[in-house]
């Protein structure tokens, strides 16, 4: 409205001078013309020539005072530019999709739908009114309607018909309960071969290396099985399940020890590694980061090197549960000014694991 106003302004402002000297309007308008071209082209020497709004409605008002046999020696656009600039004023001031106000209901946050979302993922059992119940615990009343529309659009079945648990997290419900245990060996450096014998919490994944010998027979297993559940303590309550190769070494004995913990013995088939594969895995990390580099001497040696990892491994190196050690409950903080604090290496094992940590 404003500009077509001035538009209008402008051309009765102009056309006074072609009425009172109409030889010389044309003359004038021309050199107008040719000033507001010489600008524009300095305005864009370093790219394209591209006229601003400004610039469209000045050569607009102008074009009606120059006859039309001199628009091309002096008029830098054609009149189809001119009549397209014109549409598309008239179609901005009759374009009402930018300017439409909503009605009705504002739209659910996004924040919001993720949260629904993410308690539908989390609870396969959950129908839209029980996250109905919880978002208002959570301090978000919303309406029950709301939320089985964001269920529906998300392609989610009500609790009734939907999916069970994925196998990860059906397992990690069950592994809080498990506990494993397997044997692996060594070499020292005169060839004289070693046994060890190591549990893995599931749950937490803290890792237990009970003993080293050369002679790993079932008293020697046995006794490793005490050990290990005197220093579990209270942990115990939790255990559930105990998983465990067919290897002869373990035996009744072996097993009494944690049935007598209300235990269940959980015996993987015979070849088949993947079925204690958690345990199979500390293993590999044992001798990745720890026994290929370097040369055990004798039974002391190796118990000090594995009790080394083992303290490495429990409080400061961990890539599963998000990066939390087994030691620890939750992520470090956040550090900000890097460059104001001094970090400290420690050195494992003779610097083949070193650790970082803040100085104090």
Not at 91 to 114: C, F, H, M, S, V
Not at 293 to 298: G, T
Not at 314 to 333: C, K, L, M, S, V
Not at 348 to 356: C, K, S
């Amino acid at each position: 409205m404003i500009v077509s106003m001035l538009y209008k302004v402008a051309r009765k402002l102009l056309s006074i001078p072609e009425v009172l000297l109409r030889r010389d309007t044309a003359k004038d308008a021309e050199l107008l013309v040719l000033r507001h071209e010489n600008t524009v082209l300095r305005r864009h020497l370093a790219g394209p020539v591209r006229y601003d709004p400004e610039d469209r409605f000045w050569l607009a008002a102008l074009s009606s005072l120059i006859p039309r046999h001199r628009w091309r020696a002096v008029f830098p656009v054609r009149p189809g530019t001119l009549l397209a600039w014109h549409r598309r004023l008239i179609e901005a001031k009759w374009d009402y999709t930018t300017r439409r106000t909503r009605t009705g209901r504002p739209p659910t946050r996004a924040a919001l739908k993720n949260l629904v979302l993410r308690l539908a993922r989390d609870n396969a059992g959950w129908g839209h009114r029980r996250i109905q119940g919880e978002l208002a615990r959570l301090g978000h009343p919303v309406a029950a309607s709301t939320v089985w529309g964001i269920l529906n659009a998300a392609g989610i079945d009500p609790a009734p018909r939907r999916t069970g648990p994925t196998w990860r997290e059906f397992l990690t419900a069950q592994a809080e309960g498990i506990i494993a245990v397997d044997f692996f060996h060594l070499d020292t450096v005169l060839g004289r071969r070693l046994y060890a014998l190591a549990f893995l919490e599931h749950g937490t994944r803290r890792l237990h290396i009970a003993g080293v010998t050369a002679h790993p027979t079932r008293e020697w297993a046995v006794q490793q099985a005490r050990n290990t559940a005197t220093n579990l303590g209270r942990r115990m309550d939790s255990l559930r399940f105990l998983l465990r190769d067919r290897d002869g070494k373990y035996g009744q004995s072996f097993d009494a020890v944690f049935e007598a913990e209300e235990m269940e013995i959980l015996k993987s088939a015979p070849q088949a590694p993947r079925m204690n594969a958690h345990c199979e895995r500390v293993i590999g990390s044992i001798r990745r980061e720890a026994l290929d580099h370097v040369l055990i001497m004798n039974e002391a040696h190796a118990r000090q090197v594995l009790a080394a990892y083992q303290r490495h491994y429990n409080e400061h190196r961990h890539r599963a549960r998000n990066q939390i050690p087994p030691g620890a409950d939750q992520q470090p903080t956040i550090a900000h000014g890097l460059e104001s604090r001094r970090i400290v290496r420690t050195r494992v094992l003779g610097g083949v694991i070193n650790e970082y940590r803040y100085a104090a």
